[in-house]
């Protein structure tokens, strides 16, 4: 068991709650990890906040799932869902931790819990009242345990029952910050004053998750690093193993990059304005790799930062650069008259993909299936997967006014239209 000694328990609880957390928030932060009876591997959320930890771990299971190639999710034994969870929380450790520091799990013991529950005054009796646990006790009553290896800490959690309480989240939120180091996530975030976790309306934020489907605090959603007004701004580095498509994104707050849009395995995170839930498909087509034309696209985007559909004539030499293509300037020279026959100094999209790339090679697939989870618990909920059919409209775009559902799948898909068995919520 480890000590405490070297962890400044103040900048921990900073970096998390921030100051001056409502009571009303700490407290629906206090849920244990539940699954639906009607679905199995499906997460309850019984209030607003948690999603941000929920869904990404939900992500994880779903991963661990489709490698398994478990077809029937309805199915299975409450021992095997149990083993999906460890195998979830595991791998976000073993992402979240630096090369040079130990995994740290942190808990609140059995005995602890139960006498938490019964109103019993342990540990701090001042700070103690009637069975209510503040930020300030949880800390003072965290036991933690250090491993060196993803098996051992595999090993301890299947040897002991660690999960089960109210804490459950808030533990594993505080052993993937330990494990990742408070000062490492302050300076990926470089953001001093934001708190993982909203004060005041609880919420999770942007960091966090980012923290838990990439494994870097960062707060930006954008490809690579962009430079703002002198100061480099990081954002994701490389292709996550689970995606994230958001709303914001069809207010134009933010821009969501191909590192999150297309990710590893066929599984997105969709944030709305104010919650989480999650998308995923059995459909590998759905992440293979870009087809050259669809990688032209993407470098054409690049150039057209007001997304208008063109570029300026002047930049065909760079483009077919970026696109290792043939680019020497009598050439370049020649092919400017062709893709701007009238001399209007700009290169439609349309027409640039026709003359470089007229074959669509590989791409997803036009017809797919989709499956969204949305944990959080209403009056006649059952938390029950709901299933889409998904086609892609080559050329059109599909009607969305007031569904954000489409909207937000339209900013990967922009021709899609989808089908649901009973319309989603990403609220």
């Known amino acids: 068991m480890s000590t405490d000694e070297d962890i400044d328990w103040e900048v921990v609880k900073s970096l998390v709650f921030g100051v001056g957390i409502r009571e009303t928030v700490f407290e629906r932060w206090l849920q244990p990890f539940q699954f639906f009876k009607e679905e199995p591997t499906a997460l309850v959320q019984h209030s607003g906040g948690p999603c941000a930890v929920l869904a990404p771990i939900q992500a994880f299971i779903i991963k661990k799932c489709l490698q398994d190639n478990i077809q029937n999710l309805q199915n299975l034994s409450s021992d095997t869902v149990n083993c999906l969870l460890l195998s979830a929380l595991c791998e976000i450790l073993r992402m979240c931790r630096p090369a040079n520091r130990v995994i740290t799990l942190a808990r609140v013991s059995s005995e602890v819990a139960n006498a938490w529950e019964d109103s019993l005054e342990v540990y701090s009796p001042k700070r103690l009242k009637c069975g209510n646990v503040d930020v300030d006790t949880l800390h003072t009553c965290l036991s933690l345990e250090t491993f060196q290896t993803v098996t051992n800490l595999r090993k301890y959690l299947d040897d002991n029952k660690i999960f089960g309480s109210k804490y459950d989240i808030v533990c594993f939120l505080y052993s993937v910050i330990l494990t990742r180091g408070p000062t490492r996530i302050i300076n990926e975030r470089q953001d001093m004053e934001e708190s993982l976790i909203d004060p005041v309306h609880g919420h999770g934020s942007q960091s966090l998750v980012n923290l838990l489907i990439t494994g870097s605090a960062t707060q930006n959603v954008f490809d690579g690093t962009r430079d703002l007004c002198g100061m480099d701004l990081t954002g994701i580095t ?11 994104e069809c207010l134009r707050y933010l821009e969501v990059g191909e590192n999150l849009k297309s990710p590893k395995n066929p599984i997105w995170l969709l944030g709305s304005e104010t919650h989480l839930t999650l998308l995923f498909s059995r459909d590998t087509r759905l992440v293979q790799p870009p087809s050259p034309r669809e990688k032209a696209v993407l470098a054409f985007k690049e150039l057209d930062s007001e997304q208008s559909g063109f570029i300026p004539t002047t930049e065909l030499k ?55 989870y949305n944990g959080l618990t209403k009056p006649s909920g059952t938390g029950k997967y709901i299933k889409g059919e998904a086609v892609l409209l080559e050329g059109v775009q599909g009607r969305a006014e007031n569904n954000q559902m489409l909207q937000t799948l339209q900013t990967k898909w922009p021709g899609i239209v989808v089908d649901w068995d009973t319309e989603p919520s990403i609220n």
């Open 318 to 372: 760079t483009i077919l650069t970026k696109l290792d293509l043939f680019s020497e300037q009598e050439y370049v020279d020649i092919m400017k008259e062709k893709v701007d026959p009238d001399g209007m100094g700009i290169i439609l999209m349309s027409v640039f993909l026709d003359e470089f790339f007229p074959e669509f090679g590989s791409g997803p697939p036009d017809t797919f299936t989709l499956l969204h």
């Open 238 to 248: 490389s292709k996550s193993e689970i995606g994230f498509l958001s709303y914001l």
